[in-house]
């Protein structure tokens, strides 16, 4: 049960949201879901939106959430848009292209999940792996930013947020 809201009302029923719509074909989102890229992989469960109302989700198996995606109940009456939340991250960036290559393989390695942008790598924080990085000789930075990370070699689909 979710508790009563601070103003001593009860807090509403949780939004069961059990439909993925894609890009949803045009349809407007009334509510916001911000996510981690963890949480985007989990698709039942009670979460919050933006503007803090519960949503139950109970989504078929599959694939991650994606930023973009639309979300709605078992009648299309209410729409939820899928956001990437921003996460602290580190920032990796490298003195070559060879050095960023060498990155990637030593993380893809260790199973880490990374973000690969032009010129650099984005990871979750993790003082091992910063450790382990700046030891190579590469230059990190700290930053809270949504994540993106790739999918796996055997995932399809597309990572990067629709804007149809």
Same mark, same amino acid.
């Given at each position: ?8 009302a009860?807090? &509403? ?5 059990? +439909? ?8 407007k989102?009334s509510?916001?879901l911000a996510?981690s890229?963890?949480e ?6 009670l979460?919050r939106?933006v503007?803090?109302r519960?949503?139950?989700? +109970?989504? &078929?198996r599959?694939?991650a959430? +994606? ?7 078992g009648?299309l ?9 921003p ?8 003195p070559?292209?060879?050095?960023l290559l060498?990155?990637?393989?030593h993380?893809?390695n260790?199973?880490?999940a990374i ?5 650099e ?11 382990l ?5 590469l230059?990190?930075? &700290?930053?809270v930013?949504p994540?993106?990370?790739?999918f ?11 804007d149809?």
């Amino acid at each position: 049960m979710i508790p009563a809201a601070s103003s001593g009302a009860p807090a &509403p029923a949780p939004l069961l949201l059990n +439909q993925r719509l894609g890009d949803g074909d045009g349809r407007k989102p009334s509510l916001r879901l911000a996510l981690s890229a963890d949480e985007r992989r989990r698709l039942r469960g009670l979460r919050r939106s933006v503007c803090g109302r519960p949503l139950l989700l +109970q989504l &078929p198996r599959g694939e991650a959430l +994606q930023p973009g995606e639309l979300l709605a109940d078992g009648g299309l009456e209410q729409v939820v848009r899928v956001e990437a939340a921003p996460e602290p991250l580190l920032r990796v960036e490298a003195p070559s292209g060879l050095a960023l290559l060498q990155a990637c393989y030593h993380l893809g390695n260790r199973h880490v999940a990374i973000e690969i942008q032009a010129g650099e790598l984005r990871l979750l924080e993790d003082p091992v792996l910063a450790h382990l990085l700046e030891h190579r000789g590469l230059t990190l930075t &700290p930053i809270v930013a949504p994540f993106l990370p790739e999918f796996g070699a055997y995932a399809t689909g597309d990572r990067h947020p629709h804007d149809h």
